[in-house]
């Protein structure tokens, strides 16, 4: 029997310029664990504001528990859990306040609905005063799942709920959504770029520009995995990043402890941990955005403690967080990061030409920032971290949450800065990348538990993935 139902649904954005979902006809059976899969800009996300009752059809009909999205909308968010692309919690609510505030709106309670969320609560219950917005990105999608399920839902919609989430944190939270699905018959739709957690669904649908392109078991319907071919370049002996017991410590906690490791120019340098571990604080400090408590280190010769203004003239910088104005123009963004970074106006001028050119953005020169799906953004954001050619780039998390081609074509960018002479310094939670880079470090509990090529890395732990030695790695960690 079909829980959800879609009939020839069709829904356009701009005046009808903008065709987000085309003709859209699909069933989802009543406790299937079912995938939406597709590209950025796919309709993927439409097609959970519809079925959620945020958005009306232009044409067709849809049902969901055998409601209908139009005329019965009230009915259909009293049956449904939702956890959206974007955060959906209050960051200033603690743990338990956010927890009551979503079981409160629901006419319930926590303890009415308990036996749902004990198996992720648990895991929150030491945090239960902190304040959401000062959770790991795990903790706060396990919270987001937990606020989703407190009014014991019919149907639970997740929209990208592991993206930007360690492997460890994502393993965790789909082993529990399986089991609410098995034990509880809670029907899941979800939709995911990564690999292993689409082959954990019943069925997938795959969406490509509006429409659905396939639908059937995963292992039928997915396409074979990408892989990447990079010779990697002969490396000098010259280092540009260099740290030696470098630490953070906020009040009593030392966020990193005595870390010491160097990077030599033109290489390709993965920087992972699980979330909380402390690579983003040892960025910052090699980015000169926070000042060491202890240790030093230099990058491009200027040394972090003292010369971290120099240090921001000579790299690029792409964070977790879009790094491009959205009311530009792609053209404007270009023209004002030269102008920070003190290029003359010639220089801007033919510098976007050229790297427009290396992007194939061309065609898009003139288009705002706003309306171009996340793949171009984060290609146009690594193309303005590398517009005044420096000598690093440091890359948090490039790739979080978009689709698996444009990760490759991303890449294709990367190998090609590098070939160029430019040192890759990469954080990602996609372990197929981390076998991309020339070498690769992982932190734990604020220390360098691992460093080398990945092929010395899955030798020394006898495994054959670079996800296998993170979770052996991972797994050792004390602190939340």
Not at 102 to 112: N, S
Not at 160 to 179: I, N, Y
Not at 206 to 226: C, F, H, N, Q, Y
Not at 387 to 397: C, K, R, S
Request: hydrophobic residues 35%.
């Amino acid at each position: 029997m079909s829980i959800i139902s879609l009939d020839n649904i069709s829904k356009s954005f701009n005046k009808g310029k903008t065709k987000a979902i085309d003709g859209v006809t699909l069933d989802i059976e009543e406790g299937e664990f079912f995938g939406l899969i597709g590209p950025d800009g796919a309709g993927k996300t439409t097609t959970y504001r519809l079925l959620t009752t945020l958005l009306k059809p232009d044409s067709g009909t849809a049902t969901v528990d055998g409601f209908d999205i139009v005329k019965d909308y009230r009915q259909i968010r009293q049956n449904i859990g939702y956890m959206p692309g974007k955060f959906s919690l209050y960051p200033d609510l603690s743990v338990e306040e956010n927890l009551r505030f979503f079981a409160k709106t629901f006419g319930t309670t926590i303890e009415e609905n308990y036996h749902l969320i004990e198996d992720i609560y648990k895991m929150l219950e030491p945090f239960k005063n902190r304040r959401a917005g000062k959770l790991s990105g795990g903790m706060k999608q396990k919270l987001a799942l937990s606020c989703a399920l407190i009014h014991a839902p019919r149907v639970l919609f997740l929209d990208e709920p592991t993206t930007g989430v360690d492997p460890v944190s994502r393993k965790e939270l789909f082993a529990m959504l399986k089991k609410l699905n098995s034990e509880n018959g809670i029907t899941i739709v979800v939709s995911t770029p990564y690999r292993d957690e689409v082959l954990t669904c019943s069925r997938i649908a795959v969406m490509s520009e509006g429409k659905i392109t396939a639908i059937g078991r995963p292992e039928d319907v997915l396409e074979p995995e990408l892989t990447l071919s990079h010779e990697v370049a002969e490396l000098t002996d010259q280092y540009v990043i260099e740290a030696e017991g470098l630490t953070k410590q906020f009040g009593n906690f030392v966020a990193t402890d005595h870390i010491t490791f160097k990077v030599r120019q033109g290489e390709i340098f993965g920087f992972l941990g699980a979330n909380g571990a402390g690579k983003t604080t040892a960025m910052r400090m090699l980015t000169g955005l926070s000042q060491p408590t202890d240790g030093r280190a230099t990058v491009a010769g200027f040394d972090c403690a003292t010369q971290y203004e120099q240090i921001k003239k000579n790299i690029g910088y792409m964070s977790q967080k879009f790094a491009l104005y959205d009311d530009l123009t792609v053209e404007e963004n270009m023209k004002l990061y030269g102008g920070i970074y003190g290029m003359t106006p010639q220089e801007i001028a033919e510098r976007t030409t050229e790297l427009l050119a290396e992007l194939g953005a061309e065609s898009i020169r003139k288009s705002m920032v706003k309306s171009l799906p996340l793949g171009w953004k984060q290609k146009l954001a690594f193309g303005v971290s590398i517009f005044h050619t420096p000598g690093i780039v440091f890359l948090d998390e490039p790739t979080g949450g978009v689709d698996t081609e444009t990760r490759k074509q991303f890449w294709e960018l990367i190998y090609d800065a590098a070939d160029k002479g430019i040192t890759i310094f990469v954080t990602t939670h996609y372990m197929d990348e981390a076998e991309y880079c020339d070498r690769v470090s992982i932190m734990v509990d604020g220390k360098i538990a691992a460093l080398g090529t990945p092929k010395e890395l899955k030798e020394k732990f006898r495994v054959e993935t670079m996800y296998d030695v993170f979770l052996t790695l991972a797994r050792k960690a004390t602190r939340q």
